[in-house]
């Protein structure tokens, strides 16, 4: 019985390595400069484009999906970005793209995602010198991420299989 609970283990390892996780597609907005008035209308860019793309981003389904979805609606994207540099008074434009970009480690929760390169959707602000700001799009770790995390109540996970293999190698909590 152990040799098969070793066999099914190994099993569901492979599958974690074999890329079979939901791929992700970033989004990555870079400000025009790193003063505090370009720095806080990067933000304001961002919820407004959070905003307009959530309902489609929770429908997609995996990165094609999301990376689909985005090019799609590219240029009404560029169109709010444009409108919330004018509503704020801002001489510059905004441009967009979707290419594979680098990107560093990012973490959110239990999640990590390593540095390397990825699908993004990225969008420049004025001449996109300042710091940037991104997160993971598809799986929608942004839209979770933006969430107000002060009435949020802590979740707890359970595992058929986990218990299962508790129970089979006599693992668990014994304190």
């Known amino acids: 019985m152990k040799k098969v609970a070793l066999t099914i283990l190994i099993f569901l390892l492979c599958l974690g390595q ?7 597609f970033r989004l990555h907005i870079l400000a025009n400069s790193d003063s505090a008035e370009d720095q806080a209308v990067k933000l ?24 689909d979805y985005m090019q799609a609606h590219l240029e009404e994207i560029v169109a709010r970005a444009d409108e919330v ?24 929760g239990d999640v990590t995602y390593p540095a390397g390169e990825y699908d993004a959707l990225r969008i420049k602000l004025g001449a996109a010198e300042g710091q940037n700001w991104w997160c993971v799009m598809f799986p929608p770790l942004c839209l979770v991420n ?16 986990l218990e299962w293999l508790r129970g089979l190698f006599g693992g668990g909590n014994q304190g």
Not at 18 to 24: D, E, K, L, N, R
Not at 85 to 108: H, M, S, V, W
């Open 44 to 67: 304001k860019v961002r919820d407004a484009i959070l905003e307009l793309t959530e309902e489609g981003v929770l429908q997609c389904h995996n990165k094609e999906d999301a990376k």
């Open 85 to 108: 540099l004018q509503e704020e008074n801002f001489p510059y434009r905004a441009t967009a793209e979707i290419g594979r970009f680098d990107f560093p480690d990012k973490t959110y």
């Open 18 to 24: 074999c890329g079979c996780a939901p791929s992700p």
């Open 146 to 161: 933006m969430e107000d995390t002060a009435d949020s109540q802590e979740v707890e996970y359970d595992s058929v299989i």
